[in-house]
Structures are given as structure tokens and as C-alpha cells.
């Protein structure tokens, strides 16, 4: 990613340290949190709003003009709408961003949960869990619709498995899980058959993703 020249009045730590420029681009309120949102996949104006439940419209569009600024994100015109995703600079905070959220979930919350997770932040989570799955992942692809109360994921189920927040058009199995569900097992608790409902499609398929999600590499938890 280009270096970017900094603008009148942007904060800066202006320290010679790698971690320090890492939080002049993405250290401000609310910017990991996009990242997250984009990181389950591209996304409308208004679909990010709804995945940042609290943060201003103002306020993201400043962040968004910024990170496009940067050369983290992308914005495309379609017609009245502008849709949002990653540049290769801003997928590559994606180990560093996995990484952060399981340090979270091994943290705790400080206050109780008041909004439930965007289709695209389970996404994100979903693709950090099964990338630590190692030899629980088949060497052959399966491609997974995940039904979460009517949002939709695609799952590339394989050695480098993808995770995104879209339908699929010719998956080999849709499988279900409900909200609460999803959210338990992200925070911890082990995924099951009942957990992970096969709805259709190959059922070896369905039986690839429990033993990845289950396998012990994995641990608990994600952002």
C-alpha cells in the first residue's frame, strides 16, 4: 500500500514504530469495526450502518472517505448506492483483526450484549475459526450455504477456507443455524449436529464443516 501523506489536522502518534503506524491508519473509534463488517464481505452504505448499530451516519462516512483515502477500501458506484469492500492493503489486517477478536473472546465483555452480530461479522468470525482447523479440513472443496434466520453465508469449505456474507448459487449443501446459536458457538460453546442443521444437499458436506468447526485447533471464540 502506497504511503499516504497525512492530512491538516489528522492524529498521529508520529512515532518510528510499526505498531504505531499501524493505529494511525486504523486505531481511530469504530475503524476495526468496519474492518470486521468488510471482512464478511463487500457491503451497501446503509448495510454497514445497520452491521455498526450506534455510530453516526456522519461518522462513517468520514471513516469510509478515510479508508478509501488510505487505499483500505474500495468504493464502487452502482447506480444511486455505493458499495464498500477491501482493497488488498485492507484485507491484509485480516490475520491481525482474527487475532484481536479471539483475544476478546478470551477477555470477556465488559458490559452485557445489547446488539446481536451482522451476517458479515458472523462471517468474518466463522472464516477465523475455520482457518485454525488444520487436519480437520478436507482436502476437497465444499461450497456451504449457511442459512442464519434468513441472512445468508458462503462457505468454501477446503485446505484455505473462505467465508463470506452472500447466497451461494450452486452450493453442495445448505445448512441452518439460528441467531442464538450461531452467537453461542462463536462465544464457545461446541458446535453439534443440533447446533448446524442440514437442510439439503450432500450430507457429507454438512458432516465437514461440524468437524471442522469442532476440530480442537480451532478453540473458542472469535471477534
Not at 20 to 28: K, P
Not at 117 to 134: D, E, K, P, T, Y
Not at 145 to 166: C, N
Not at 185 to 210: K, M, P, R
Request: proline fraction near 4%.
Amino acid at each position: 500500500m502506497a504511503i499516504t501523506r497525512w492530512q491538516s489536522g489528522r492524529k498521529s502518534y508520529e512515532q518510528v514504530c510499526p505498531m504505531a503506524t499501524a493505529l494511525d491508519f486504523i486505531g481511530d473509534r469504530w475503524t476495526i469495526l468496519i474492518l470486521r463488517e468488510l471482512l464478511g464481505g463487500p457491503a451497501r452504505f446503509q448495510e454497514l450502518r445497520d452491521g455498526l448499530p450506534g455510530i453516526a451516519t456522519n461518522l462513517l462516512t468520514d471513516r469510509l472517505r478515510r479508508m478509501e483515502t488510505d487505499g483500505i477500501v474500495r468504493r464502487v458506484d452502482l447506480g444511486g448506492s455505493s458499495l464498500y469492500s477491501l482493497t488488498e492493503g485492507g484485507a491484509g489486517t485480516r490475520t491481525a483483526i482474527e487475532e484481536l477478536g479471539m483475544w476478546g473472546a478470551r477477555m470477556g465483555r465488559i458490559g452485557p450484549a445489547v446488539h446481536r452480530r451482522s451476517i458479515r461479522a458472523i462471517a468474518m468470525a466463522l472464516q477465523a475459526v475455520l482457518a485454525r482447523a488444520g487436519a480437520a479440513l478436507p482436502r476437497e472443496v465444499d461450497i456451504i450455504e449457511l442459512d442464519v434466520d434468513g441472512e445468508f453465508a458462503e462457505i468454501v469449505l477446503g485446505t484455505r477456507p473462505t467465508v463470506a456474507a452472500r447466497t451461494s448459487t450452486q452450493p453442495d449443501a445448505r445448512v441452518a443455524v439460528a441467531t442464538p446459536n450461531i452467537s453461542a458457538f462463536l462465544l464457545g460453546q461446541a458446535a453439534a449436529d443440533a447446533t448446524f442443521n442440514h437442510v439439503s444437499g450432500d450430507e457429507q458436506a454438512t458432516h465437514h464443516l461440524i468437524a471442522a468447526l469442532t476440530a480442537p485447533a480451532c478453540g473458542a471464540g472469535s471477534s
